[in-house]
Protein backbone atom coordinates (compact mmCIF):
# COMPACT_ATOMS: atom_id res chain seq x y z
CA UNK A 1 0.00 0.00 0.00
CA UNK A 2 0.92 3.69 -0.14
CA UNK A 3 0.98 5.12 3.16
CA UNK A 4 0.07 9.18 3.73
CA UNK A 5 2.57 9.87 6.33
CA UNK A 6 2.28 13.47 8.17
CA UNK A 7 3.13 15.40 10.99
CA UNK A 8 3.01 18.84 12.84
CA UNK A 9 5.79 19.42 15.10
CA UNK A 10 4.83 17.37 17.97
CA UNK A 11 4.92 14.27 15.87
CA UNK A 12 8.04 15.21 14.63
CA UNK A 13 10.00 13.30 16.85
CA UNK A 14 8.33 10.12 15.80
CA UNK A 15 8.50 10.67 12.51
CA UNK A 16 11.78 9.18 11.55
CA UNK A 17 10.78 5.86 12.98
CA UNK A 18 7.27 5.73 11.62
CA UNK A 19 8.79 6.50 8.66
CA UNK A 20 11.08 3.52 8.60
CA UNK A 21 8.13 1.39 10.12
CA UNK A 22 6.25 1.56 7.22
CA UNK A 23 9.17 0.79 4.87
CA UNK A 24 10.40 -1.96 6.93
CA UNK A 25 6.57 -3.47 6.64
CA UNK A 26 7.12 -3.36 2.82
CA UNK A 27 4.70 -0.66 2.19
CA UNK A 28 5.62 2.78 0.48
CA UNK A 29 5.31 6.33 1.96
CA UNK A 30 4.28 9.75 0.71
CA UNK A 31 5.53 11.86 3.07
CA UNK A 32 3.66 15.25 3.50
CA UNK A 33 6.14 16.63 6.28
CA UNK A 34 6.73 18.29 8.31
CA UNK A 35 10.19 18.21 7.36
CA UNK A 36 11.49 20.51 10.07
CA UNK A 37 10.58 20.79 14.24
CA UNK A 38 9.10 24.17 13.40
CA UNK A 39 6.17 25.12 14.67
CA UNK A 40 3.41 24.05 12.14
CA UNK A 41 -0.62 24.02 12.49
CA UNK A 42 -2.03 20.17 12.87
CA UNK A 43 -5.27 20.76 10.46
CA UNK A 44 -2.95 21.37 7.73
CA UNK A 45 -1.13 18.23 7.91
CA UNK A 46 -4.53 16.59 8.66
CA UNK A 47 -5.68 18.17 5.10
CA UNK A 48 -2.72 16.98 3.47
CA UNK A 49 -3.27 13.87 4.14
CA UNK A 50 -6.90 13.22 4.00
CA UNK A 51 -6.98 14.69 0.72
CA UNK A 52 -3.86 12.58 -0.37
CA UNK A 53 -6.49 9.75 0.25
CA UNK A 54 -9.33 11.39 -0.88
CA UNK A 55 -7.60 11.53 -4.62
CA UNK A 56 -6.39 8.13 -4.31
CA UNK A 57 -2.74 9.33 -4.10
CA UNK A 58 -2.52 7.07 -1.27
CA UNK A 59 -4.72 3.96 0.21
CA UNK A 60 -4.24 4.72 3.90
CA UNK A 61 -2.48 7.65 6.41
CA UNK A 62 -0.39 8.05 9.37
CA UNK A 63 -1.01 11.03 11.14
CA UNK A 64 1.06 12.12 14.59
CA UNK A 65 1.02 15.07 16.43
CA UNK A 66 1.45 16.11 20.42
CA UNK A 67 -1.19 13.93 21.35
CA UNK A 68 -2.77 12.62 18.44
CA UNK A 69 -6.16 13.97 19.25
CA UNK A 70 -6.10 17.32 17.18
CA UNK A 71 -4.56 15.53 13.73
CA UNK A 72 -7.71 12.58 14.74
CA UNK A 73 -10.54 15.51 14.92
CA UNK A 74 -9.22 17.27 12.02
CA UNK A 75 -8.99 14.42 9.61
CA UNK A 76 -12.48 13.16 10.52
CA UNK A 77 -13.87 16.51 9.39
CA UNK A 78 -13.07 15.46 5.65
CA UNK A 79 -15.40 12.99 4.10
CA UNK A 80 -14.75 9.46 3.72
CA UNK A 81 -11.80 9.85 6.04
CA UNK A 82 -12.01 7.80 9.01
CA UNK A 83 -9.38 8.22 11.49
CA UNK A 84 -8.77 6.80 14.84
CA UNK A 85 -6.23 7.34 17.56
CA UNK A 86 -4.94 4.11 18.92
CA UNK A 87 -2.62 3.86 21.69
CA UNK A 88 -3.08 0.43 22.05
CA UNK A 89 -2.55 -2.66 19.26
CA UNK A 90 -5.95 -4.14 19.92
CA UNK A 91 -7.64 -0.85 18.55
CA UNK A 92 -4.62 -0.46 16.15
CA UNK A 93 -6.18 -3.41 13.95
CA UNK A 94 -9.57 -3.62 15.19
CA UNK A 95 -10.08 -0.10 14.04
CA UNK A 96 -9.64 -1.55 10.74
CA UNK A 97 -10.96 -4.97 11.05
CA UNK A 98 -14.29 -3.52 12.49
CA UNK A 99 -14.20 0.37 11.51
CA UNK A 100 -12.72 0.63 8.31
CA UNK A 101 -10.39 3.17 9.79
CA UNK A 102 -8.04 4.64 6.62
CA UNK A 103 -6.05 6.77 8.89
CA UNK A 104 -4.14 5.85 12.46
CA UNK A 105 -3.42 8.88 14.47
CA UNK A 106 -0.57 8.57 17.16
CA UNK A 107 0.72 11.20 19.98
CA UNK A 108 4.71 11.36 20.07
CA UNK A 109 4.47 12.87 23.29
CA UNK A 110 2.31 9.95 24.82
CA UNK A 111 3.73 6.76 23.47
CA UNK A 112 7.14 5.94 23.39
CA UNK A 113 9.60 4.50 20.08
CA UNK A 114 9.25 0.97 21.10
CA UNK A 115 5.36 0.82 21.08
CA UNK A 116 4.77 3.11 17.80
CA UNK A 117 6.21 0.86 15.35
CA UNK A 118 3.92 -2.09 16.67
CA UNK A 119 0.85 0.00 16.78
CA UNK A 120 1.57 1.13 13.22
CA UNK A 121 2.49 -2.36 12.15
CA UNK A 122 -0.89 -3.58 13.76
CA UNK A 123 -2.87 -0.94 11.71
CA UNK A 124 -1.11 -1.79 8.46
CA UNK A 125 -1.20 -5.60 8.67
CA UNK A 126 -5.31 -5.39 9.34
CA UNK A 127 -8.17 -5.33 6.95
CA UNK A 128 -11.66 -4.53 6.82
CA UNK A 129 -13.70 -7.84 7.64
CA UNK A 130 -16.33 -6.87 5.68
CA UNK A 131 -19.00 -8.52 7.95
CA UNK A 132 -22.62 -7.11 7.69
CA UNK A 133 -22.83 -5.67 10.87
CA UNK A 134 -19.94 -3.42 10.25
CA UNK A 135 -21.14 -2.56 6.95
CA UNK A 136 -24.71 -1.83 8.23
CA UNK A 137 -22.99 0.61 11.02
CA UNK A 138 -20.25 1.94 8.18
CA UNK A 139 -23.64 2.80 6.23
CA UNK A 140 -24.75 4.28 8.80
CA UNK A 141 -21.50 6.84 9.78
CA UNK A 142 -21.84 7.53 5.85
CA UNK A 143 -25.24 8.60 5.86
CA UNK A 144 -24.29 10.84 9.28
CA UNK A 145 -21.34 12.44 7.47
CA UNK A 146 -23.41 13.55 3.90
CA UNK A 147 -26.26 15.32 6.49
CA UNK A 148 -23.77 16.69 8.64
C1 LIG B 1 1.15 21.16 19.31
O1 LIG B 1 1.73 21.83 20.38
C2 LIG B 1 0.03 20.26 19.82
O2 LIG B 1 -1.02 21.03 20.28
C3 LIG B 1 -0.42 19.32 18.72
O3 LIG B 1 0.67 18.59 18.26
C4 LIG B 1 -1.42 18.26 19.14
O4 LIG B 1 -1.06 17.63 20.32
C5 LIG B 1 -2.83 18.63 19.14
O5 LIG B 1 -3.69 17.77 19.45
Redesign the pocket.
Known amino acids: MKIALGC????FPLKETALKTILLAGHEVLDLGTFTAD?VD?PDTALAVGQAIQRGEADRGLLI???????CVAANKLRGIRAGLCHDTYSAHQSVEHDDANVLCL?A?IIGIELAPELIRAFLGAQFSGEARHVRRLEKVKKMENSG
Open positions: DHGGPYCGSGVGAGR
